[in-house]
C-alpha cells in the first residue's frame, strides 16, 4: 500500500507542499469546508491524478460535484518529478446548495523523489526503485539484499578482525560490504526547507556499520555514519543526485538476532532550524545477514591442514609420510603447520571448522573456531584470519568446555531431501546426549550459533556413549556417482564380528591383530571372538550406532541402500567406549581418494582382511583407498586420521538464499 502524507487544505489563503513520487496525498478538506456548503468539486493539473474514495451509497451528481458526505476522501497522486516548485496545481471548490460558489481551497504541490535501495534482486548490483523493499523473502524468486559479516582482515598491520575497524583502511574492504544508495530528484531549491535522514533502528544498531562515501578532490573519503554509537545520520546540502554508502556486517545471525537488519531514509519538513522535522515520507530496505556455510566431504578440496609433531615417542612422521602419498594422489595442497605455531596440539580438527559466507557480489572462506582452547588456541586467529580469509569464534560465557565443543563432533551431510523438504546445502550433524538424559554436551553458546544460521538445520545425534564422544569416531560420509552423490558409512562392530567369523570357517582363526607393531598386544581372529566381554561391550556399542542409523535415516531421507557398514570393533572403558583398533571411518576425504587408519587388521594370504573388506565396499564406487600408518601418533592417544586434519573446501555452487529453510 502506497504510504499517505495528510495535506490540510484552507480557503483563506493557498497551501504549499512537498510529495514524493508515487505517494499519496490527503487532502484535509474538513477545515476548509466553508458554512453551507453542500457539495465540491476537484480540479488539478496534467500531472496529478485525483482519487475520490467514498461508499457505495454515495454517488457524484448531474453536474461531476460530489456531496460532502463525512465518509467522502479526496487523494491525489503524481507520477512525474517536479521540473520547477510548485508546478503541480490542485483546485477545490465549495457549492452552496443553490449551486453557488462559496469559496476555493487551492494546492501548489513540487514532487521530488526519494529513494533507498539496495540490491534488491541479488543479482551483485544495485537497480533502482523496486516493490516491497522492506521485505526479505527466500527462494529462487525471493527478494531482499544480503550482508557480509566483515570478519576477515584486509588491512595490514591491525590486529583483528575489519569489524572491530570504525575507519576503513583499504578500498579492497569495501568488497567485503553491500552497497546501498540513497537517490533524491527534484528542483533544488525545494530541498532548503527538507531534510532527509538516514536511521536505523535501535535493536539492529549493534549488528551493523555504515559508511558514507564523500567524493573530494584528492581521493574518497568513507565517513562512519551509521552504527553501534550512531542510530540517524542527517544529510547536509543534499539536492538532487545520488550518495553512495557502504553497509557492513558486525554480527551473524545469533540466538535473539534472526540476521535481518533495517535501513530507513526519511523526507523532513523542517519548518524552523531547530526543529526536530516532521517525516512525510520513509523509504525502507532490509538486508539479511549471510550465514556461516560448512562444507561436506563431497564438495571438493583444496587445502588439509595438519600439524607436525617431532618431539617426543608419539612423533607423527610416519603419518605425513603416509598422509603426502594421498595428497599426491588427490592433486591437493598440503599445509603443515608447525610444533611451534600449534604448541604441540596435534588435533586440529578438533580446534576449527571450514566453511564461508557468500553474498551475490563476494565470497570468501571463514574458520569458525571451536571453545576447545587447547595448544591450537590462538592458530586460527593468528595464522589463518587474513585478507579475504575470515574468523567467527563463541565462547561459552561461565561455562566448563567438555570434550563435545570439540569440532570433530560437528559434521555436515550432503545435500538431502527429507520426506519432500529439500536441504540443498546438508543438514548439520551435532553429537549430544540421548534426548532425555543428562551429560556432557556441546556449549549452548555454540549449538544456538549453528541453528541460527538456518540453512543447514542441524540434527542432534548421540555420540555420548563414545569416552571421547566425536561424531566422527562412527560415522563419515563419501562421495557416489549413484543413488544420492553419496553413502554414509557406519562403524560396524556387527560386520566385524562377520568378517572375523567367516575368516575363521575358512581356516585363518590364527591369524592375528596389531602383527608389527611394538608393545601393541596381539590377538588372534579366534581369542576375539571367544571373548565374552568384548563381546558385550560391542552389543552395546552396535545398539548406540543403530540408534542413530535410526535417527539419520528419519532426519536425511536415507534408505539402507544408502549406508555402507565399516568393520569396527570398540571396547568400553569404564561406561564409554574406544575404538579397539584404529577407527577406520574416521577417514579423510579427498574427493574420490580416501585416506583410512591403517587397522593393523589379522593376515590373511599376505592382505590385511579389514582391509581387504573395506576396499570391496568402497572401490566399486568409484573410491580409492590409502590405507595410512597413525597408530602410534594418533590412534593410542585416542583419535584417528580425520582427528588429525583439517580440510578447506569449494563452496556450494548452489545459492544459500535460493532455499526455503
Given amino acids: 500500500m502506497p504510504q499517505r502524507h495528510v495535506m490540510p487544505m484552507s480557503t483563506s489563503h493557498a ?6 513520487l508515487g505517494t499519496e496525498v490527503f487532502l484535509d478538506m474538513r477545515r476548509s469546508t466553508p458554512k453551507g456548503a453542500a457539495s465540491f468539486e476537484v480540479h488539478a493539473t496534467s500531472a496529478v491524478t485525483v482519487h475520490i474514495f ?52 487551492w494546492l501548489y504541490l513540487t514532487c521530488v523523489d526519494v529513494s533507498l535501495d539496495v540490491d534488491l534482486s541479488r543479482s551483485g548490483r544495485v537497480k533502482s526503485k523496486g516493490k516491497d523493499k522492506a521485505k526479505w523473502t527466500w527462494g529462487p524468486n525471493g527478494q531482499g539484499a544480503v550482508l557480509l559479516v566483515n570478519c576477515d582482515r584486509d588491512s595490514p598491520g591491525t590486529v583483528g578482525m575489519d569489524s572491530g575497524q570504525a575507519a576503513i583502511r583499504t578500498t579492497a574492504d569495501l568488497q567485503d560490504m553491500s552497497v546501498m544508495l540513497l537517490r533524491t530528484q527534484g528542483p533544488s531549491a525545494v530541498f532548503a526547507d527538507y531534510q532527509v535522514v538516514l536511521h536505523v533502528p535501535e535493536s539492529d544498531a549493534d549488528k551493523v556499520r555504515v559508511f558514507h562515501a564523500i567524493r573530494t578532490d584528492s581521493h574518497p573519503q568513507y565517513i562512519p555514519v551509521l552504527g553501534p554509537d550512531r542510530l540517524s545520520y542527517v544529510l547536509d546540502h543534499f539536492g538532487s543526485g545520488e550518495n ?64 607436525s609433531i617431532q618431539r ?30 600449534t604448541r604441540s596440539d596435534r588435533w586440529i580438527q578438533d580446534e576449527l571448522e571450514f566453511g564461508y559466507v557468500e553474498a551475490p557480489h563476494k565470497i570468501f572462506p571463514v574458520v569458525f573456531d571451536s571453545p576447545r582452547n587447547r595448544g591450537l588456541k590462538d592458530f586460527a586467529f593468528k595464522k589463518i584470519l587474513g ?36 536441504y540443498p546445502l546438508g543438514r548439520i550433524l551435532i553429537g549430544s546426549p540421548l534426548p532425555w538424559a543428562s551429560g556432557r554436551r556441546m556449549s549452548k553458546a555454540v549449538r544456538d550459533f549453528l541453528y541460527a544460521q538456518k540453512v543447514q538445520a542441524p540434527v542432534e ?19 557416489a556417482y549413484d543413488r544420492k552423490g553419496f553413502r554414509l558409512l557406519l562403524a560396524s562392530p556387527n560386520a566385524c ?76 572403558r569404564g561406561s564409554r567406549a574406544d575404538a579397539f583398533f584404529p577407527d577406520m571411518v574416521n577417514m579423510l576425504v579427498l574427493g574420490r581418494h580416501l585416506g583410512i587408519p591403517k587397522p593393523f587388521g589379522p593376515q590373511v594370504g599376505g592382505q590385511c582382511c579389514l582391509e581387504e573388506r573395506v576396499r570391496a565396499l568402497l ?8 590405507f595410512i600408518d597413525d597408530y602410534f601418533s594418533y590412534h593410542v592417544l585416542s583419535g584417528d586420521v580425520h582427528c588429525g586434519t583439517n580440510v578447506r573446501r569449494k563452496p556450494f555452487a548452489f545459492k544459500w538464499w535460493h532455499m526455503v529453510p
Avoid at 569464534?393 to 520426506?419: A, H, K, M, Y
Avoid at 581369542?527 to 528419519?554: F, G, S
Avoid at 572401490?619 to 590409502?626: F, I, Q, R, S, Y
Wanted: glycine content about 6%; overall charge negative; hydrophobic content about 35%.
Fill in 244 to 307: 553512495t554508502f557502504y553497509v557492513e556486517g558486525l554480527a551473524f545471525p545469533d540466538r535473539g538476532f534472526s540476521g535481518l537488519v533495517s535501513f530507513s531514509a526519511s523526507l523532513l519538513e523542517v519548518p524552523h532550524k531547530n526543529s526536530p522535522g516532521t517525516p512525510i515520507f520513509t523509504d525502507t530496505v532490509v538486508f539479511r545477514v549471510a550465514p556461516w556455510i560448512m562444507t561436506p566431504n563431497t564438495q571438493q578440496p583444496t587445502e588439509v591442514f595438519v600439524c
Fill in 54 to 105: 467514498h461508499s457505495p451509497m454515495t454517488k457524484p451528481m448531474i453536474n461531476s460535484r460530489w456531496p460532502l458526505d463525512p465518509d467522502i476522501e479526496v487523494v491525489v497522486t503524481i507520477d512525474v518529478i517536479s521540473r520547477t516548485v510548485n508546478d503541480n496545481k490542485v483546485k477545490i471548490s465549495y457549492y452552496g446548495w443553490e449551486d453557488n460558489e462559496l469559496s476555493v481551497a
Fill in 619 to 626: 572401490e566399486p564406487l568409484g573410491l580409492t583407498c590409502t
Fill in 15 to 20: 497551501t504549499y507542499g512537498v510529495c514524493v
Fill in 312 to 341: 617426543g615417542s608419539d612423533s607423527n612422521e610416519v603419518f605425513l609420510e603416509g598422509l603426502r602419498v594421498l595428497l599426491r594422489k588427490a592433486n591437493c595442497k598440503l599445509t603443515i603447520c608447525s610444533e611451534v605455531e
Fill in 461 to 479: 545425534i548421540y555420540s555420548e556413549w563414545l569416552s571421547v564422544g566425536h561424531v566422527d569416531e562412527f560415522l563419515t560420509f563419501v562421495p
Fill in 387 to 422: 585478507p579475504d580469509f575470515g574468523y567467527v569464534t563463541r565462547e561459552p560465557p561461565g561455562r566448563e568446555i567438555t570434550s563435545l565443543d570439540s569440532f570433530g563432533n560437528l559434521d555436515v551431510s550432503p545435500p538431502v531431501t527429507v520426506r519432500g523438504k529439500e
Fill in 497 to 572: 564380528y562377520k568378517l572375523f567369523k567367516e575368516k575363521q570357517r575358512q581356516g585363518h582363526g590364527e591369524a592375528t591383530l596389531f602383527v608389527g607393531l611394538k608393545n601393541a598386544e596381539r590377538k588372534s581372529i579366534d581369542e576375539i571372538l571367544a571373548d565374552e566381554p568384548l563381546k558385550n561391550d560391542n552389543r552395546h556399542v552396535q545398539r548406540c550406532i543403530d540408534w542413530n542409523r535410526d535417527l539419520l535415516k528419519q532426519e536425511l531421507g536415507l534408505s539402507e541402500q544408502d549406508i555402507i557398514d565399516i568393520p569396527q570393533l570398540f571396547i568400553l
